[in-house]
């Protein structure tokens, strides 16, 4: 089955500076590749997602990388804010797989003041 | 955008006892609802695999009769601990994907914890 990896596991920025996590993954038939934003005691919440036909997506401060040659993929986060702070979690999934996912360890964010 | 909820929120209940937490999606059908497991700071482990009207597929180390799955309909799951001990204590959490070519995306209820004294 799929593996993901994600590193680092914690990771402290100063406010305005960028923050970059980056995920591996194992099964080369994975094709969907989300980002959750998780709060303690709440949902996961999706930030950005990216299909493998394309190898970059950006939205605002937001931005996903994809390297299918390498199978990894990576989260940018610029010019961060205290409330960027939470855990952030990588997954993958594959179409006929049901759409399982399977997540990344997580890493936790700590945007300091 | 789409709305999946669960009940309870939270639940306490005692060592042997049994607990039904509910997942809806709210305005949209759900073909396949997942169910997941997280324990404190860490990660989402998947448990089992809904389809409507059919049986779960669990995962690996999970167990069927202990973790009961049924969904019955398309906007309905629901996960039965039964028998439940402390060690089950832990947040779960369901998410419903929709019917339609080329969906990907899954949306996640807010999160049940429960709590087994």
């Known amino acids: 089955g799929e593996n993901v990896e994600q590193h680092p596991s914690t990771l402290s920025v100063q406010e305005g500076d960028s923050a970059v996590i980056k995920c591996t993954y194992s099964d080369s038939a994975s094709n969907y590749f989300p980002w959750y934003k998780q709060e303690l005691g709440k949902r996961p919440q999706l930030i950005i997602d990216i299909r493998s036909n394309v190898g970059e997506k950006k939205d605002q401060r937001i931005a996903v990388t994809l390297n299918k040659t390498a199978k990894h993929f990576s989260l940018h986060i610029t010019e961060t804010q205290p409330e960027d702070s939470a855990v952030y979690f990588c997954a993958a999934s594959r179409t006929g797989g049901g759409n399982k996912l399977t997540f990344g360890t997580g890493t936790q964010l700590k945007v300091e003041l | 955008g789409a709305v999946v909820s669960q009940h309870p929120s939270r639940v306490i209940c005692k060592s042997g006892t049994s607990v039904k937490i509910e997942c809806r999606s709210l305005?949209?059908?759900?073909?396949?609802m997942f169910w997941y497991r997280q324990f404190p700071k860490k990660s989402l482990m998947l448990m089992a695999t809904s389809n409507e009207g059919s049986k779960a597929t669990y995962e690996q180390g999970v167990e069927k009769d202990k973790f009961l799955i049924n969904h019955a309909s398309l906007t309905l799951s629901t996960l039965t601990v039964t028998s439940a001990h402390p060690e089950d204590s832990s947040f779960y959490i369901c998410?419903?994907?929709?019917?339609?070519?080329?969906?990907?995306?899954?949306?996640f209820g807010p999160g049940t914890r429960l709590t087994v004294t």
């Open positions: 305005d949209f059908q759900a073909t396949t």
């Open positions: 998410s419903a994907s929709a019917r339609g070519q080329g969906s990907y995306e899954q949306y």
